[in-house]
């Protein structure tokens, strides 16, 4: 027999096994044939300018500049560790600035560049994962120095690289963060770009919060004499054609996921204290469908309905050699009865990483003793136990 404690954590890790997950830590990728297709709009209000010294220029009364991002993404699992991204930028810039007593009202649209995204997730060491990435921006704009034509952004290919990693807490929250090296341009110095992220974790709602710093690496060749830079028109914003960029930018966000597929990812981000740059707010959201492979997703959904009992470690000992689990005689427990551990988390992992017997059984208390291990992953408090394996 099966108590409602027993059954409504059961269905809270089927649940957790083969649903969507809310949020992704940046190292994670696809598994073998999984695939993603997303849409995220971004819209971006300058309040002030900073210029390439690091002093402001406030916008003057009734000057202002406003940008929308819409960004179209495919991901798909080549294995079970390397995923590849395809993907479009449409980009539309409106700006208003002052020119004499007139305002000059400005407006520049269209598809900005191709996206290419490659990245590769390493094995899980204990709480920790790590992946490499690389990403390319094939740009599809031209700019001329001197023309009166409004720019759609910083023309130019763009290239970064880097590694990112996450770490998945005992509560199941995470920490997650990136570092990236990135030429943004030719026309621009290239750049260090970094984030870090702590997030807490709930069925199918996440809390994001985190900071994006941009560095640069001071390679502008006009940055002693800024006035020789070649000029464009760039309206009222100092976002393009900067000289030795950077800022740092915090953000909080709230995810939520819908089903097994669907997951809103929504973002408030403000930039801060920079050097040639606007400071301003953004806001985006981003709608995502994610499906595993129909195997891999299979192979989750049957090895959860394997079994008739489960629960949770609530004590080990100091060798981790036996522990302590939440069921006993009344969930239908047994002296010697065979009991399998679950590395499990909120992003579908499902990994059977230990095995043992019971060899005390109390009511609603039984331990355990392991004598299989197939993983580094350790038995814990809060591991997935499972047992009355079903024979087929």
Do not use: C
Not at 24 to 34: A, E, Q, R, V, Y
Not at 80 to 98: D, F, I, P, T, W
Not at 190 to 214: D, P, Q, T
């Amino acid at each position: 027999m099966i108590n409602l404690k027993t059954l409504a954590l059961a269905s809270l890790w089927a649940t957790f096994t083969y649903g969507q997950a809310s949020y992704l830590p940046l190292s994670t990728t696809l598994d073998k044939g999984g695939n993603e297709a997303s849409v995220r709009g971004a819209y971006w209000v300058s309040q002030t300018r900073i210029n390439s010294d690091g002093e402001e220029v406030p916008f003057q009364d009734g000057e202002s500049f406003q940008r929308a991002d819409v960004e179209l993404l495919v991901k798909y699992g080549l294995t079970n560790h390397l995923e590849m991204g395809v993907g479009a930028l449409y980009r539309q810039n409106a700006s208003v600035k002052l020119v004499g007593t007139d305002e000059e009202a400005l407006t520049s649209n269209g598809v900005k560049s191709g996206i290419f995204k490659f990245k590769y997730s390493l094995p899980h060491e204990g709480r920790w994962q790590f992946a490499a990435e690389v990403n390319f921006l094939k740009d599809f704009i031209s700019n001329t120095p001197g023309s009166d034509e409004f720019v759609l952004g910083d023309d130019g290919d763009s290239t970064s690289f880097g590694l990112s990693g996450a770490y998945r807490f005992p509560s199941m929250n995470f920490i997650s963060g990136r570092v990236l090296y990135r030429n943004p341009s030719s026309a621009l110095s290239s750049e260090i770009v970094s984030n870090i992220e702590y997030v807490l974790l709930w069925k199918s709602v996440s809390l994001v919060g985190g900071v994006e710093h941009v560095s640069s690496l001071n390679q502008d060749p006009y940055a002693d004499e800024p006035s020789e830079k070649p000029t464009l028109n760039t309206g009222s914003t100092f976002l393009y054609n900067s000289i030795n960029r950077s800022w740092t930018s915090p953000y909080i966000g709230f995810n939520f996921s819908i089903g097994d597929f669907w997951r809103v990812e929504t973002r408030a981000q403000t930039r801060l204290n920079g050097i040639s740059t606007d400071q301003g707010s953004a806001f985006s959201l981003m709608i995502a469908r994610r499906k595993s492979s129909s195997k891999a997703l299979e192979q989750k959904k049957n090895a959860f309905k394997q079994y008739t009992i489960d629960a949770r470690v609530i004590k080990t000992t100091k060798s981790k050699t036996s522990v302590i689990i939440d069921v006993g005689l009344t969930q239908g427990l047994d002296k010697g009865s065979k009991v399998d551990f679950y590395h499990f988390d909120y992003l579908g992992g499902n990994e059977l990483i230990a095995s043992g017997y019971t060899v005390k059984v109390g009511t609603s208390k039984s331990m355990v003793k392991i004598t299989k291990r197939y993983s580094r992953k350790q038995v814990e408090e809060g591991t997935v136990a499972r047992s009355g394996l079903v024979r087929e």
